[in-house]
């Protein structure tokens, strides 16, 4: 379905802390263009991976990840 999209913050995070697409790939064990596909939104994560994400960026799942499109920064929480 169209609407199965997987909303996420995984550039956002990237960028606060200067990790690159490869830096992050190489410490999840995946291919550095998956990086940039899960970005785009082109590409769901794995339940597991996705929980590697979030623990990688030490924050929650929720923090990452949204069936929903995340506010656009100063639109509120």
């Known amino acids: 379905m169209a609407d199965d999209v997987v909303h996420n913050r995984i550039a956002m995070l990237r960028a606060e802390r200067g ?13 550095y263009q998956t990086v940039g596909y899960l970005e ?16 990688y960026f030490e924050v929650a799942v929720e923090v990452v ?8 920064l100063g639109e509120g929480t």
């Open 65 to 72: 990840f949204s069936t929903k499109p995340f506010p656009r």
């Open 40 to 55: 785009r939104g082109e590409y769901s994560p794995s339940l597991y991976l996705a929980l590697k994400i979030a623990e």
């Open 19 to 31: 990790i690159s697409r490869r830096q992050l790939a190489d410490a999840l064990g995946v291919h």
